[in-house]
């Protein structure tokens, strides 16, 4: 028996994912966790960024340029404290 469309699209969409197919505005928030995991990030109004990336670590990237995409840097949260860019767009 064959994958329905709904199937195929799904597991098209899970082949995608991590490969820069996906991206969404980010609010930063200092409770919650990103709603998919693993975002690369372009910055839009550079500044600094506290993080805490896919590994656990949190820290803050500073002084980050307008236009700068931090590649192979993966990201699950943004804290709102201590992120001073703007206009941040995670990519999956």
């Known amino acids: 028996m064959g994958l329905d469309s709904s199937e195929k699209q ?6 995608l994912k ?3 197919h996906f ?7 200092d409770r919650n966790n990103l709603p998919d995991i693993n975002a690369q990030l372009f910055i839009g109004t550079g500044g600094d960024i506290k993080v805490t990336l896919s590994g656990g670590s949190t820290v803050v990237l500073k002084n980050i340029p307008s236009g ?3 590649k192979g840097v993966y990201v699950d949260k943004i804290f709102r404290t201590g ?4 206009d941040i767009i995670g990519i999956y």
Not at 23 to 29: R, V
């Open 10 to 15: 799904r597991r098209k969409l899970d082949q």
């Open 18 to 20: 991590g490969k820069g």
């Open 23 to 29: 991206a969404e505005e980010i609010t930063t928030n």
């Open 68 to 70: 700068t995409f931090l």
């Open 83 to 86: 992120t001073t860019a703007r």
